[in-house]
């Protein structure tokens, strides 16, 4: 155990050296071969008439900067999720949050096609609220759902559903190639403005996944004994998923659906650091940040000089937990 707490500890003190150098190796390397002294030039001398440095500035950086938030903001959602409802299972894109999001910004796209891009980050937190209300609201009028594997199930149907629905809908109104970035992750096209106008919504959510972080703690020690302790325990469920639904609408909203870190990173954070949510939602958000950025970066290289698709990368370590997870856990809870 106290090997296991000098490892997280190591961790985490070394994760922003991590973070900082996946950031500087996605600017450096991309289809196009740019050399580092370029990159500085960029940085230092920006030259407008420059196809490097534009390429760097206006790709490479926000796509370095956004999966780095991307990464931090699903395994925050994650953790808040796993630690409120006691499911190891819990994560945006198993329990249809992801889902809901996209869904609601391909209503949005066909009712105001020209819509801001503020309009475009509302939206996406209105659908993350319609997905986690659909699931949560049907396994609580199914018998035993809201255990593990039965919400993974209903969370699965409902991201089924509202995807189909979507798909139809894009295909009948023939906007299908606009909606298409936000069912297949696109970390390489992110925009710029969008990072900027997300930020102020994400420090909401931190801030408030940070300050509900004790009561998490007890919350997931079981709902009786919360209680006993006097946490208000249906107000901490709705605040954190207000967090949730903040920073998932924000991720999809920035790059699409990404699953698996919201799965993933939160089991990684509480095997290093413990079940205290005081330490596991900050861990996360740095291991989240740095996974996202380094499966961002292997995408470039799978298949070179082709990109691998982010999901498709993110699913090849995730599936295999999923399966790890059912293997050994079964049905049970967090307990």
Same mark, same amino acid.
């Given at each position: 155990m106290r090997m296991k707490s000098s490892i997280g500890a190591w961790l985490i003190w070394t994760s922003p050296v991590v973070i900082?150098?996946?950031?500087?190796?996605?600017?450096?390397?991309?289809?196009?071969?740019?050399?580092a002294g370029t990159v500085w030039d960029a940085f230092f001398r920006f030259?407008?008439?420059?196809?490097?440095?534009?390429?760097?500035?206006?790709?490479?950086?926000?796509? @370095? =900067?956004?999966?780095?938030?991307?990464?931090? /903001? %699903?395994? !925050?959602s994650g953790a808040l999720m796993q630690g409120m409802t006691r499911n190891y299972l819990a994560s945006p894109?198993?329990?249809? &949050?992801t889902d809901g999001?996209?869904?609601?910004?391909?209503?949005?796209?066909?009712?105001?096609?020209?819509?801001?891009?503020?309009?475009?980050?509302?939206?996406?937190? &209105?659908?993350?609220?319609?997905? &986690?209300?659909?699931? *949560?609201?049907?396994?609580a009028l199914i018998p035993?759902?809201?255990?593990?594997?039965?919400?993974?199930?209903?969370?699965?149907?409902?991201?089924? /559903?509202?995807?189909?629905?979507?798909? @139809?809908? #894009? #295909?009948?109104?023939?906007?299908?190639?606009?909606?298409? /970035?936000?069912?297949?992750?696109?970390?390489?096209? %992110?925009?710029?403005?969008? !990072?900027?106008?997300?930020?102020? /919504?994400?420090i909401v959510g931190i801030a408030l996944a940070l300050l509900l972080a004790k009561s998490i703690t007890i919350v997931s020690l079981g709902e009786e004994i919360a209680r006993s302790l006097g946490q208000r325990v249906l107000l901490v469920k709705i605040a954190a998923l207000f967090s949730v639904v903040i920073l998932t609408g924000v991720s999809?909203?920035? @790059?699409?659906?990404?699953? *698996?870190v919201g799965l993933l990173v939160p089991h990684i954070a509480r095997f290093f650091v413990g079940t205290d949510y005081r330490?596991?939602?900050?861990?996360?958000a740095l291991f989240g940040a740095a996974f996202l950025a380094f499966c961002d970066l292997l995408s470039r290289f799978l298949n070179a000089p082709f990109e691998t698709p982010i999901g498709? =990368?993110?699913a090849m370590f995730g599936v295999p937990f999923f399966l790890y997870l059912i293997r050994t856990r079964g049905g049970g809870s967090n307990a």
């Amino acid at each position: 155990m106290r090997m296991k707490s000098s490892i997280g500890a190591w961790l985490i003190w070394t994760s922003p050296v991590v973070i900082t150098g996946l950031a500087i190796l996605s600017i450096l390397f991309g289809a196009k071969e740019i050399d580092a002294g370029t990159v500085w030039d960029a940085f230092f001398r920006f030259d407008e008439g420059n196809v490097n440095h534009q390429i760097i500035m206006h790709s490479r950086v926000p796509r @370095a =900067v956004g999966a780095l938030l991307i990464g931090a /903001f %699903l395994a !925050i959602s994650g953790a808040l999720m796993q630690g409120m409802t006691r499911n190891y299972l819990a994560s945006p894109s198993i329990m249809g &949050v992801t889902d809901g999001s996209a869904f609601a910004v391909t209503i949005g796209m066909l009712l105001a096609p020209n819509g801001s891009s503020i309009d475009l980050i509302w939206l996406s937190m &209105v659908g993350s609220a319609v997905g &986690v209300g659909m699931v *949560f609201g049907l396994a609580a009028l199914i018998p035993n759902g809201l255990s593990p594997v039965r919400m993974a199930i209903i969370g699965t149907i409902i991201g089924t /559903f509202l995807s189909s629905v979507s798909e @139809a809908t #894009a #295909a009948y109104f023939q906007i299908s190639q606009t909606i298409s /970035f936000w069912y297949n992750a696109r970390v390489h096209q %992110l925009d710029p403005t969008l !990072i900027k106008l997300a930020i102020p /919504f994400a420090i909401v959510g931190i801030a408030l996944a940070l300050l509900l972080a004790k009561s998490i703690t007890i919350v997931s020690l079981g709902e009786e004994i919360a209680r006993s302790l006097g946490q208000r325990v249906l107000l901490v469920k709705i605040a954190a998923l207000f967090s949730v639904v903040i920073l998932t609408g924000v991720s999809v909203a920035l @790059a699409g659906k990404i699953a *698996f870190v919201g799965l993933l990173v939160p089991h990684i954070a509480r095997f290093f650091v413990g079940t205290d949510y005081r330490k596991v939602i900050p861990c996360a958000a740095l291991f989240g940040a740095a996974f996202l950025a380094f499966c961002d970066l292997l995408s470039r290289f799978l298949n070179a000089p082709f990109e691998t698709p982010i999901g498709v =990368v993110t699913a090849m370590f995730g599936v295999p937990f999923f399966l790890y997870l059912i293997r050994t856990r079964g049905g049970g809870s967090n307990a």
